[in-house]
């Protein structure tokens, strides 16, 4: 059964660094999500990008941020300098896009931890 | 803005109980709503979805009920095995036109069934 696929599992990196979170969608959806949860909260959105741009974006997704669907694969969440508070479990989703709801699935996690 | 409540926090019960969780929100104009189960640092399982023109839906010995009107859904586990331990997320969609399928997370519910 088709899946999300996420890499790395877990990231540890230092407060400054940037780092990048991989992910490949299930090969038919349009639709591509990053959500995090920090420990102990509830799982919240980021961002969402539908035919190569950003189509919707929370407050947390600020500068810092950005997105990319470098292949016809990969889409990638990218953090240029990282703060403490990026500690979080952060959680790529997608969906096929078709005319009536169609559920999302969600990936394993990147358990991003920022020293 | 739309806010996600679920109660109980936490439940306990003995294995073969039927049980009710439940899931409220607060805007009505929700597209659908999605069950999620969350295993101890796992990524997010997606259970069952309810398009908001329906009254509920069925997999197995789960059974999700919306009342869209009311704000509340209820998600039910026949049965219930220790196999069902996890926490269980009820995430809403928002309706129109700049929605891209950003979904809003309840605290869920930590489940434990015991032998």
């Known amino acids: 059964e088709p899946e999300v696929t996420q890499t790395p599992s877990h990231q540890v990196t230092q407060m400054g660094q940037e780092v990048i979170l991989r992910c490949v969608p299930i090969s038919n959806h349009l639709y591509f999500y990053w959500y995090r949860q920090i420990l102990g909260q509830k799982v919240e959105f980021l961002v969402s990008f539908y035919n190569n741009e950003i189509s919707e974006k929370s407050e947390i997704f600020d500068d810092q941020f950005s997105v990319e669907r470098p292949d016809g694969s990969n889409f990638t969440l990218k953090i240029r300098s990282t703060k403490l508070e990026d500690s979080a479990m952060y959680f790529c989703a997608s969906r096929v896009g078709l005319a009536g709801g169609r559920e999302q699935f969600f990936g394993p996690g990147t358990r991003l931890t920022v020293l | 803005k739309q806010e996600v409540t679920q109660i109980p926090a936490a439940l306990s019960v003995p294995e073969g109980e039927n049980l009710v969780l439940n899931c409220s929100f607060t805007?009505?104009?929700?597209?659908?709503l999605q069950w999620f189960r969350q295993d101890p640092g796992k990524g997010l399982t997606s259970l069952l979805l309810?398009?908001?023109?329906?009254r509920e839906q069925t997999s197995g010995r789960l059974n999700a009920s919306l009342d869209k009107s009311s704000g509340r859904s209820t998600l039910y586990i026949a049965a219930s095995q220790p196999g069902d331990s996890a926490t269980y997320l009820c995430a809403v969609r928002p309706t129109g036109g700049t929605s891209y399928g950003k979904l809003t997370f309840g605290q869920g519910t930590i489940l434990t069934v015991h032998p």
């Open positions: 309810i398009q908001s023109s329906q």
């Open positions: 805007d009505s104009a929700i597209y659908n």
